[in-house]
């Protein structure tokens, strides 16, 4: 099978095991399920933007939740005041997007190193959390958006269908909207990786000397990296918004931040499915670790019924034994079972 049909075929696995998520859950499923699964599938978004920025574009980028942030309380401050929510959605995807370009230039052009470019990235999302939790009294507003501080913004008016304020999007409808949303922006990824964009910023990210004799200039692609995926999060942010109808200060957190980064090392990095898997395992056994710890513990059970705890355990582990991640280590795998397969079948 050449390269491009294994690519494809792969597309199309993912496809319909997406199509099939979306037709049968609500119909299997009750509605706290559908639920549940919908904000796996809005975080799955927003992993899919630190693996564009990181496992493509090789920019480890700590303040992916200062995207998300922004998007969120874009949407919801533009849609309390214009009461429609079409524009509102373009500005949560398009005020991260201007933010990162921002950001990126003064990081990008100014020869930033990696290692400076993670801490700066994680200030700033911490400036943010610190700003937005600061802004609790009544004088925080923004026309008739009250922040609320560390209270949060809640009763987000819902999504509608564009330019019908009538017409809005129910529970179940979020159900569809995130996972076509997710399935969509894969492709998209999977589309643009494939293209000359694509395979310059992955050759710049193996070696950014040799890509920049040939006459590319990593500094123009990178920051266009960077922009897409701060965008792709500002829409998650959106998303995620409407999902609980209330958007809190703890969106630009530092677990946030870490949490994003743990998803695509489990997952796998310089994949698309991998940091999908890694978000939606982590999401789904984060759920069932809270829902089966006891309320009053002590001694070993209270360890054992810590989920921040066994979450770094698995990090740690991960990064240790299987430090490419699920998908990459499966594909090892099976790369070095299918010649001895052969061999044998000879």
């Known amino acids: 099978m050449t390269a491009r049909a294994s690519s494809l075929a792969g597309i199309a696995v993912v496809l ?3 199509l099939a998520v979306l037709v049968l859950t609500p119909r299997l499923f009750e509605l706290d399920v559908v ?7 809005i975080m799955a978004v927003l992993a899919l933007s630190l693996g564009l920025i990181w496992g493509f574009g090789g920019i480890l980028c700590f303040g992916q939740s200062a995207f998300f942030g922004l998007g969120a309380y874009t949407y919801a401050i533009a849609v309390m005041n214009m009461g429609e929510s079409t524009l509102p959605l373009v500005l949560s995807v398009v005020v991260p997007a201007v933010f990162a370009a921002l950001l990126g230039y003064f990081i990008f052009y100014g020869r930033i190193s990696d290692v400076y470019l993670g801490v700066i990235t994680l200030t700033v999302t ?3 959390f610190n700003s937005v939790n600061s802004t609790a009294g009544p004088e925080f507003h923004i026309g008739s958006a ?9 009763g987000i ?5 564009p330019f019908f304020k009538d017409w809005q999007v129910d529970l179940e409808g979020m159900f569809y909207l ?7 922006v894969y492709v998209a990824l999977r589309a643009l990786l494939a293209s000359r964009f694509g395979r310059v910023i992955v050759a710049i990210r193996e070696n950014e000397g040799r890509a920049q004799l040939l006459g590319y200039d990593p500094r123009v692609y990178k920051l266009a990296t960077f922009v897409i995926g701060a965008a792709i999060a500002g829409y998650a942010g959106c998303l995620f918004a409407n999902w609980g109808n209330f958007v809190s200060p703890t969106i630009f957190g530092l677990a946030q931040s870490a949490q994003i980064i743990i998803w695509v090392i489990v997952g796998g990095r310089g994949t698309l499915v991998g940091p999908i898997v890694g978000c939606i395992g982590i999401q789904w056994l984060t759920a069932a670790l809270g829902a089966n710890a006891p309320s009053e513990t002590a001694g070993w059970a209270a360890l054992v019924g810590n989920v921040p705890l066994i979450l770094g355990a698995i990090l740690i582990g991960f990064v240790l034994l299987v430090p490419k991640g699920i998908l990459p280590t499966l594909g090892d795998l099976a790369a070095q079972l ?3 397969r052969a061999k044998a079948a000879r």
């Open 35 to 41: 639920l549940n699964v919908t904000v796996y599938m």
């Open 146 to 154: 009250r922040l609320g501080g560390f209270n949060g913004i809640p």
């Open 126 to 128: 911490l400036i943010l």
């Open 178 to 184: 995130a996972t076509a949303s997710l399935l969509l």
């Open 338 to 340: 299918t010649p001895r």
């Open 157 to 161: 008016p819902a999504l509608n269908v």
């Open 16 to 18: 319909a095991i997406g």
